[in-house]
């Protein structure tokens, strides 16, 4: 019997272990904004990128984004619906040869998101040209890109093409495409070209500042499995260590009862004998 359970036990163990990147795998964002804001304060773009998860995703969940090469980090963290609520947090940034990989936490809301500086915005006079390939390296349900007009700016061509045009509180035009399913390793051309004054105002008064939760004028509406993966192994290790534990001593007890047997044998073979 004890033998049956030490393999059932170690059978347990196992399949816990095996079956751990399929109970937990990673949860999916059920969209991914990519927002470019030219000119915004300085002649670079800032780049918005915002993770949104179900609501009934678990928390906390580890969230990874991909930034191109050779931008800037400025802010990192969780969306609550008001900028004086929103939490910053620490990320990590890792090369990963073609980009950077940006990984930080959320553990109070199920959207996140990454705001860098990028040098990528071409100017010829008052042309000027945005131009990129982007290369989804993780999994989103929809891939939303947006690209925000700056003051002043006219003859706007986006690709892919816009499918709405929404305005913030402040007169701001954003223009956004339909979703898009953009599976991972799938790269889609993102281009923007407009014409604007030479020396005009890079922002209107009422804009905030870059760094300090970003939004578009909508928004982005939107224990850990590991823990319980661990505490799966402990209760089966646990058991194996009782099993193991209670067969010594069952063998011990039996050792102690044959000891007995022989010696309670050997006196009355004595007592014959005497």
Do not use: C
């Amino acid at each position: 019997m004890i033998k049956k359970l030490l393999v059932f036990s170690f059978a347990l163990l196992i399949g816990a272990i095996a079956l751990q990147p399929l109970a937990f795998a990673a949860p999916v964002p059920d969209k991914f904004y990519l927002r470019a804001w030219p000119e915004y304060q300085t002649g670079q773009v800032s780049l918005l990128e915002t993770v949104v998860y179900p609501q009934t995703t678990p928390l906390p969940i580890e969230v990874k984004i991909a930034m191109p090469e050779g931008a800037t980090v400025n802010w990192a963290g969780e969306m609550l619906g008001q900028v004086s609520q929103d939490i910053q947090a620490q990320p990590t940034v890792v090369h990963k040869g073609t980009y950077d990989e940006v990984t930080f936490a959320l553990t109070k809301s199920r959207t996140g998101q990454v705001e860098t500086t990028w040098s990528a915005l071409q100017i010829n006079g008052n042309d000027r040209a945005l131009n990129f390939i982007w290369t989804q390296q993780y999994p989103a349900n929809q891939t939303i890109f947006e690209f925000r007009e700056p003051s002043q700016a006219s003859d706007i061509k986006m690709m892919p093409p816009a499918a709405t045009v929404n305005t913030s509180s402040d007169g701001s035009k954003f223009y956004e495409t339909a979703p898009i399913n953009l599976p991972v390793g799938k790269t889609q051309t993102y281009r923007v070209t407009y014409r604007r004054p030479v020396k005009g105002p890079s922002e209107n008064a009422q804009q905030s500042q870059p760094g300090s939760q970003q939004q578009s004028p909508q928004g982005a509406q939107p224990s850990g499995p590991s823990t319980a993966t661990s505490i799966l192994v402990m209760l089966v290790a646990g058991l194996i260590v009782f099993m193991i534990y209670a067969q010594k001593s069952n063998q011990r007890r039996l050792m102690s009862e044959i000891d007995g047997d022989t010696d309670n044998t050997a006196n009355a073979a004595d007592t014959d004998g005497a």
